[in-house]
């Protein structure tokens, strides 16, 4: 958990995050964070952009993952995330 959260202030630079959450239930620990973008090609640029210049994922962080799960979802037109 520490190095996701040193690592979170560079990595919001490049885009705003809309929530960090960790939950501790269950066999191990869980952490999920949700970043909006504009579109596919712009989460692309930037997570490319992240990883060259060695933001995120945080030196170490992966390391340490069990699994990893990317989900991708679309506002609703009613989202005021749109």
């Given at each position: 958990m520490e190095a996701w959260r040193k690592a979170a202030p560079e990595r919001m630079k490049l885009?705003?995050?809309?929530?960090?959450m960790y939950s501790i239930t269950g066999p191990t620990p869980r952490f999920m964070h949700?970043?909006?973008?504009a579109?596919?090609?712009?989460r692309q640029?930037?997570?490319?952009?992240?990883?060259?210049?060695k933001i995120?994922?945080?030196?170490?962080?992966?390391d340490r993952l069990l699994a990893?799960?990317?989900?991708?979802?679309?506002?609703?037109?009613?989202s005021p995330l749109k």
């Amino acid at each position: 958990m520490e190095a996701w959260r040193k690592a979170a202030p560079e990595r919001m630079k490049l885009s705003r995050v809309t929530a960090a959450m960790y939950s501790i239930t269950g066999p191990t620990p869980r952490f999920m964070h949700i970043w909006p973008y504009a579109s596919l090609e712009e989460r692309q640029r930037i997570r490319k952009e992240a990883v060259e210049k060695k933001i995120w994922p945080p030196p170490g962080g992966p390391d340490r993952l069990l699994a990893q799960q990317t989900d991708i979802y679309l506002p609703a037109p009613f989202s005021p995330l749109k």
